[in-house]
């Protein structure tokens, strides 16, 4: 079946410029995470939405990151005033919601940001 | 707070030789571990993972790794390395309480010699 789709596979922005980067889970998982994986940094969490729970935002560097969840199904993660320090690879995962352990996260292929 | 230390950046090793990559992990109780492998434009994908029971997990193409609670290791290894194995290796930490996020580590990169 389908994994977990993400858009654009590249974006390079000028700095300054708003951002959207889109997730499309595998269907019927009902937990969805970003991740950020910059060069030699391994991966970072930014938020993670389970079902109709307030999301975990803790992971989220400042408060020009935000995302959104419509639905329970595709998540749109946004950076506004984008700034070079940005420049990375932003992962999307989902998962059945139960422990990482039982409900093994499907990771996409990633969103590889830019910015000049 | 939970954390992973994979010590080895890079490792090159030829083919058909023995792998061993290294994870330390802390955390707070008994953790979830896992290891993830992420191939030239591929997405992560999940090679084994432990929570209790047998201390020695087998996974996926070939890979074990060994969970020793005394020295806070969770390393990966393979027998015999394959030249499709090339790839990068994330070591993971995870929780079973309300935060399901995983801890990973910085990666090893891995390099297949002919």
Do not use: M
């Given at each position: 079946g389908a994994g977990v789709s993400q858009s654009p596979s590249n974006k390079v922005t000028e700095k300054g410029k708003d951002v959207e980067l889109r997730c499309d889970p595998i269907s019927g998982h009902t937990a969805?995470?970003?991740?950020?994986?910059?060069?030699?940094?391994?991966?970072?969490?930014?938020?993670?939405?389970?079902?109709?729970?307030?999301?975990?935002?803790?992971?989220?560097?400042?408060?020009?990151?935000?995302?959104?969840?419509?639905?329970?199904?595709?998540?749109?993660?946004?950076?506004?005033?984008?700034?070079?320090?940005?420049?990375?690879?932003?992962?999307?995962?989902?998962?059945?919601?139960g422990t990482p352990y039982n409900s093994p996260l499907h990771f996409g292929n990633g969103t590889r940001l830019t910015v000049t | 707070a939970q954390s992973v230390t994979q010590p080895d950046?890079?490792?090159?090793?030829?083919?058909?030789?023995?792998?061993?990559l290294r994870c330390n992990y802390s955390y707070g109780a008994t953790p979830y571990l896992f290891w993830y492998v992420q191939s030239p434009g591929q997405g992560l994908q999940l090679l084994l993972k432990y929570f209790s029971g047998d201390t020695l997990v087998q996974g996926i193409k070939g890979f074990e790794a060994e969970f020793k609670r005394s020295q806070s290791s969770f390393n990966l290894r393979k027998p015999s390395v394959h030249w499709s194995d090339a790839a990068e290796y994330f070591c993971a930490v995870g929780g079973s309480g309300s935060a399901r996020q995983l801890t990973f580590g910085s990666g090893t990169q891995l390099t297949v010699l002919p």
């Open positions: 969805l995470y970003w991740y950020r994986q910059s060069l030699g940094q391994g991966l970072e969490f930014l938020i993670y939405f389970q079902g109709n729970s307030a999301p975990d935002k803790s992971g989220l560097p400042s408060d020009r990151f935000s995302a959104e969840r419509t639905g329970g199904s595709v998540s749109t993660l946004t950076i506004q005033r984008t700034q070079q320090e940005d420049s990375a690879v932003y992962l999307c995962a989902s998962s059945g919601g | 950046i890079h490792i090159t090793v030829s083919e058909g030789a023995s792998l061993e």
